[in-house]
């Protein structure tokens, strides 16, 4: 298998997770987000991913592209260990968190959108940075919501295993951290981080362990 990825993207953040915890091992073929423009804006990448936007995987004579849709390919075609619950009440309630990162909170601070507000709609840094910052707030509060208290939270997002929630969860606190958001008011939040980066899995897929890791 073969991952083009870019090592600060959440998105390929939680891809990189996820083959980890199933132990699949796979090639990373970079696209810098940045130089030269961004890469993934090449005509040879473009071939790969129509959109534009990392990651996509490749698995033979299959490419996928967008996150979510990753995991679920991953899950079908090697599924053990597993990343979902065995039961449709579980499966439900973990796509239902990852979703709310995936799809609510990400795309609204993705790259492509913060360079709008800046070069289209004139925003300053500030404005840029407090936009990132009330939709973590707002996202992750819904987040934590879903995860205190109830009775499938355990050590990890569902249960005492990690699995597809906690792979969209780590990536998008790693961006929070390091754009500066405050993120003491989501304890259930930060103790499931805390011991998913605890996790080789987790660790081997971070930014910093990333053969195109900038440091």
Same mark, same amino acid.
């Not at 619950?85 to 990162?101: H, L, M, S, W, Y």
């Not at 913060?114 to 509060?141: M, S």
């Not at 939270?153 to 906690?166: E, I, K, L, S």
């Not at 989501?186 to 805390?194: C, H, L, N, Q, S």
């Given at each position: 298998? %073969?991952?083009?990825?870019?090592?600060? =993207?959440?998105?390929?953040?939680?891809?990189?997770? @996820?083959?980890?915890? %199933?132990?699949?091992?796979?090639?990373?073929?970079?696209?810098?987000?940045?130089?030269?423009?961004?890469?993934?804006?090449?005509? =040879?990448?473009?071939?790969?991913?129509? =959109?534009?936007?990392?990651?996509?995987? /490749?698995?033979?004579? /299959?490419?996928?592209?967008?996150?979510?849709?990753?995991?679920?390919? +991953?899950?079908?075609?090697?599924?053990?260990?597993?990343? +979902?619950? $065995?039961?449709?009440?579980?499966?439900?309630?973990?796509?239902?968190?990852?979703?709310?990162? @995936?799809?609510?909170?990400?795309?609204?601070?993705?790259?492509?959108?913060? %360079?709008? +507000?800046?070069?289209?709609?004139?925003?300053?840094?500030?404005?840029?940075?407090?936009?990132?910052?009330?939709?973590?707030?707002?996202?992750?509060?819904?987040?934590?919501?879903? +995860?205190?208290?109830?009775?499938?939270?355990?050590?990890?997002?569902?249960?005492?295993?990690?699995?597809?929630?906690?792979?969209?969860?780590?990536?998008?606190?790693?961006?929070?951290?390091?754009?500066?958001?405050? $993120?003491?008011?989501?304890?259930?939040?930060?103790?499931?981080?805390?011991?998913? $980066?605890?996790?080789?899995?987790?660790?081997?897929?971070?930014?910093? =362990?990333?053969?195109?890791?900038?440091?």
């Amino acid at each position: 298998m %073969k991952l083009y990825s870019y090592f600060r =993207s959440s998105a390929a953040y939680r891809v990189r997770i @996820a083959l980890n915890l %199933k132990g699949l091992s796979y090639e990373t073929i970079p696209v810098h987000l940045l130089k030269e423009g961004g890469q993934q804006f090449s005509d =040879s990448y473009r071939a790969v991913n129509p =959109s534009q936007l990392v990651p996509t995987l /490749v698995d033979n004579d /299959v490419t996928v592209g967008q996150s979510i849709a990753i995991l679920e390919y +991953l899950e079908e075609t090697h599924p053990q260990p597993p990343l +979902l619950p $065995t039961d449709a009440a579980g499966r439900a309630r973990v796509r239902a968190i990852a979703q709310n990162i @995936a799809c609510d909170i990400h795309p609204l601070n993705n790259l492509r959108v913060l %360079k709008y +507000l800046k070069h289209e709609l004139g925003q300053d840094d500030d404005a840029r940075n407090g936009w990132y910052k009330h939709w973590i707030a707002v996202g992750l509060g819904a987040v934590e919501a879903l +995860l205190a208290d109830h009775p499938d939270t355990g050590r990890f997002c569902h249960g005492d295993q990690p699995g597809y929630a906690d792979a969209c969860l780590v990536p998008q606190l790693f961006n929070a951290r390091r754009m500066g958001c405050d $993120t003491s008011a989501f304890p259930t939040i930060m103790r499931i981080d805390a011991a998913c $980066t605890e996790l080789d899995a987790f660790c081997d897929a971070a930014p910093g =362990s990333q053969p195109d890791s900038e440091g």
